[in-house]
């Protein structure tokens, strides 16, 4: 087994770690971000990496990955009609340059053509396909319709997923399904106009994650430059002879 190696996997995962954790705090004020988090595999896992990096079989590289965190975030209110925040675990549906995505950012808007669109200008999708709205008075029920003058004229397309935490960010809170799975379930997805989600990050507990990863990576090169001065000594000691 090669300690050098099993240190070397684990400062790759640390430098990962160190980018999550800097997206999450890059990310505290934005509308239902959704924190990342980095898993690895167990201990005995590294080990088996170790022993075929060694024996050639494959080369080192990191086997950490990255999945999100469903929690939902704090309701803040704007006083916004245009504006909602999505109560259960569901998702809306936009539909970008590179295709289908899903967010929970809710704050929404109206096009020159009277087009629903998210904050980035993407289209979100209504039962029927795109929203339109003429005319001004356009109210959000809890349900998701869309309402004026009394009248239903669309409904929000609301997903939701078996396991979230498997969705792929893209950025801009936005989300590719990935490796999620829709829910078969029927389950009724509410949600609260005038309302918008804050992100689900906590810096005290960001901070401290940061400050735990920085200390790892620190004692993982106390143990290449162990190695590196048992590697001098023994050198020094060879041109003895």
């Known amino acids: 087994m090669d300690a050098l190696t099993i240190a070397g996997l684990s400062m790759q995962n640390d430098l990962l770690q160190l980018n999550t954790l800097s997206q999450n705090l890059a990310n505290i004020s934005t509308p239902a971000y959704k924190r990342e988090i980095q ?25 950490a990955s990255m999945v999100i965190d469903p929690t ?12 909602l925040a999505i109560e259960s675990n569901g998702f809306l549906e936009v539909t970008t340059d590179s295709g289908v995505a899903y967010t929970r950012q809710g704050n929404l808007r109206l096009d020159t053509s009277g087009r629903v669109t998210n904050s980035q200008g993407f289209p979100v999708s209504g039962l029927g396909g795109e929203l339109h709205v003429s005319g001004t008075g356009m109210t959000i029920d809890n349900t998701g319709k869309l309402q004026q003058s009394g009248k239903t004229i669309g409904q929000l397309k ?31 997805t509410q949600v609260k106009a005038g309302f ?16 735990e990863t920085v200390r790892h990576f620190e004692s993982m090169q ?20």
């Open 39 to 63: 898993v690895s595999r167990a201990f005995d896992s590294h080990i088996d990496s170790a022993e075929a990096i060694s024996n050639g079989e494959t080369t080192a590289a990191s086997d």
């Open 72 to 83: 939902i975030g704090a309701l803040r209110a704007t006083n916004n009609p245009m504006d």
């Open 196 to 211: 918008l989600e804050a992100s689900n990050v906590s810096s005290p507990q960001e901070m401290i994650h940061l400050t």
């Open 222 to 241: 106390k143990v290449f430059q162990g190695y590196d001065d048992v590697f001098q000594k023994a050198i020094t000691k060879l041109g003895d002879f």
């Open 158 to 188: 609301l997903v939701q997923f078996t396991n979230p935490q498997q969705l792929q960010p893209l950025g801009n809170g936005l989300y590719a399904q990935g490796a999620a799975k829709f829910s078969d379930k029927a389950v009724a």
